[in-house]
């Protein structure tokens, strides 16, 4: 059996030859008058220019599983260039690029690309940096102006030469390696995730069993790589008009019209975005009946955003999928499940509740600690109820950190099974509540230890959330003068007084002993505006406030 994602391709373009895969807003923005004009590519001419440029690409040299560095805009040809790289069996290689240029250059440095498939600007951070791109032999710009032995997509479209209608599908494997997908590094350094060709076709499975999707729906995809697997559903994907690099600043006017023009019913991506859009609705009064699913992950979603989308949706509900880079989906919920069986526990302080696990997939709970976890037999899982570090056993679990066997080894714990070799451990804390649902409570590594206590951030963090004054709370453990400090940091939804933040202050201190999960906060702090991840622009990063306030610049 050939397991090569790609396949779905021509089968999709003869089933349904002018039906269309995907569309994107010309020139990413309105028109002059303030509508959208849109191009689009159907099925039958996606699989053509996919296979035009598979056999550019392969003109050019490269063989089965060199790694091809890809950075492209959401675009039509996003779709047609990462489906003719999987057709080759070549491996794209996907770096957020809002990690940073540290970051980037060096995550460009250790997976050793043979060819870079680029916007022109990325090409000329290229030649200025080129020690990063060392490696690279082959080079593809997405416009017509070119130099040296560099090729161009907008030439390939024009120029008929080669094979184009021959289908060009390699042969591979489930175990074999599909893509290298980057983490954005907010709880460390970017690693390189393999991805093998088994799971992505897992992974489509589990997300059409999960939400029944299929070719009547219509998806708008907040976070890029989504839409690949949309499209090997036969959905139509209508790429929004915003830079996903930066979702906390997209234009929500834009992404309603985007919604209206296209009906779209999936719409995916950081809360974020949804935010933004659901802000937006409620000043307008604005309702989107077309939606089934909002779909929000990468950071908790407040239990306020859900309740927003109640009035905002009148045929759909919101829904958070829990997971990470390393292996997604995990687990699943609808914001009305939330709303109506959850809520007051939140609030309490138990945690983030984030659902049952998705189909086929196991979640335990192992003890906290930093060891490596070798085998499975040598891990005591914890009783329900009980916090410890989440951990994943499933077809969708990845096998390792590109040549970082000492990361693989941290995360990874071995099972004996050929099968399912793996467990993943997540890295966050959590605990199973005796309905055999998940509870998120934290990155483990944001976790404070009191007295040989463990307090995650999560939990603390939950009783505040509501409060009329409060935007965003986050619990750390600063080390002042040698002695932790279990605290409370705000950033409040205006700017606040001296007498309100001394009031807020008492009411916080004082109010805690009267939680039922007791926080020991010892501090307040306050600032205007918490420090967030790259990727989702939501993520509170607490490890850098934490040392901010050590350093003096939180006060």
């Not at 779909?295 to 927003?308: I, K, N, Q, T, Y």
């Not at 998940?438 to 505040?464: A, N, Y």
């Amino acid at each position: 059996m050939n397991f090569n994602i790609a396949r779905k391709l021509p089968e999709l373009a003869e089933l349904h030859p002018h039906r269309v895969a995907v569309t994107c807003a010309r020139g990413g923005k309105p028109q002059s008058h303030g509508t959208f004009l849109y191009d689009s590519l159907t099925f039958k001419e996606l699989e053509e220019r996919s296979r035009l440029y598979a056999w550019k690409i392969k003109e050019m040299g490269l063989k089965r599983g060199d790694r091809v560095l890809i950075f492209i805009r959401p675009s039509l040809d996003f779709s047609a260039v990462t489906f003719a790289v999987f057709r080759l069996g070549l491996v794209p290689v996907f770096i957020d690029p809002g990690m940073g240029r540290k970051s980037l250059l060096n995550a460009v440095s250790h997976i050793r690309p043979v060819a870079l498939i680029a916007e022109p600007e990325v090409h000329f951070i290229r030649v200025v940096f080129s020690k990063a791109f060392k490696t690279v032999k082959h080079f593809v710009t997405t416009k017509g102006i070119t130099w040296g032995r560099m090729q161009s997509l907008k030439k390939w479209r024009h120029s008929q030469v080669g094979k184009p209608h021959e289908p060009l599908m390699e042969e591979v494997k489930a175990s074999d390696t599909a893509a290298i997908l980057f983490t954005s590094g907010g709880t460390g350094i970017p690693k390189g995730v393999r991805y093998t060709h088994g799971i992505f076709n897992a992974q489509v499975e589990k997300l059409k069993e999960m939400f029944n999707l299929g070719p009547s729906e219509v998806d708008l995809p907040g976070f890029p790589l989504f839409s690949l697997f949309t499209i090997t559903m036969g959905m139509k994907s209508a790429i929004p008009a915003m830079n996903p690099s930066k979702p906390a600043q997209c234009n929500p006017e834009w992404l309603v019209q985007n919604i209206y023009d296209h009906q779209a019913t999936f719409v995916a991506g950081s809360p974020a975005i949804w935010k933004r859009v659901a802000d937006y609705c409620k000043k307008e009064r604005i309702t989107l009946p077309s939606v089934k699913y909002v779909v929000m992950f990468g950071a908790p979603v407040p239990l306020s955003l859900h309740e927003d989308f109640r009035e905002i949706l009148p045929h759909g509900d919101t829904y958070t999928p829990y997971g990470a880079t390393e292996c997604l989906p995990v687990a699943n919920i609808s914001g009305t499940e939330v709303l109506n069986s959850f809520k007051e526990r939140m609030v309490a302080g138990q945690g983030t509740c984030v659902g049952r696990s998705a189909p086929e997939t196991t979640i335990k709970i192992a003890p906290i600690t930093e060891d490596i976890l070798a085998r499975e037999a040598d891990v005591s899982w914890v009783e329900p109820g009980q916090l410890g570090e989440i951990c994943v056993l499933s077809q969708m679990v990845t096998p390792e950190y590109v040549d970082m066997k000492e990361k693989t080894a941290e995360a990874k714990i071995s099972t004996g099974n050929s099968n399912l070799p793996l467990w993943h451990r997540m890295g966050d804390l959590g605990y199973i509540d005796s309905e055999g649902l998940l509870w998120f409570c934290g990155r483990k590594s944001h976790r404070v230890t009191i007295d040989d206590k463990t307090l995650p951030s999560i939990p603390q963090e939950g009783p505040f959330l509501s409060h009329p004054l409060i935007n965003k709370c986050a619990f750390v453990g600063p080390t002042i003068n040698g002695v932790v400090l279990p605290s409370l940091v705000i950033e409040p939804k205006r700017k606040l007084t001296s007498k309100e933040k001394e009031g807020l202050t008492k009411e916080i201190l004082e109010g805690t002993s009267a939680q039922k999960n007791e926080p020991p906060f010892k501090r307040v702090y306050f600032h205007s505006q918490f420090p967030v991840d790259v990727r989702h622009n939501i993520k509170i990063d607490r490890l850098k406030l934490k040392t901010m306030i050590e350093e003096g610049r939180i006060s």
